[in-house]
């Protein structure tokens, strides 16, 4: 499942997991997300994510998130990919 990042920013207060590096996050990052690397939700996904909350996970460009979540959906999470990634939300502050 996927959804782009201007359905996204309509929701309002939900879960959202940047997986990019903590510099890049530091750096900027989509409003009210929280940074967990993509290997420690590989390694533990039970120890950041309920398998009762739904969680958007964003990277760079959209394509490291997406293999995630499909991994952590056969797991049992639910999770869905942005689409585009960090470089989309980019994008949607300047058109």
């Known amino acids: 499942m996927s959804i782009s990042v201007t359905d996204l920013m309509k929701k309002g207060n939900v879960n959202i997991i940047d997986i990019r590096s903590r ?8 409003p009210n997300a929280k940074n967990i690397s ?24 959209g394509y490291s998130s997406k293999k995630l979540c499909q991994i952590l959906n056969i797991k049992g999470f639910n999770t869905v990919n942005v689409i585009g990634g960090y470089e989309a939300y980019i994008l949607s502050k300047y058109s």
Do not use: V
């Not at 390694?43 to 964003?58: A, G, Q």
């Open 23 to 30: 510099e890049s996050y530091n750096n900027n990052h989509l």
């Open 38 to 61: 993509q290997n420690e939700l590989l390694i533990m996904p039970e120890k950041y994510l309920s398998k009762t909350e739904i969680y958007y996970i964003y990277c760079q460009h």
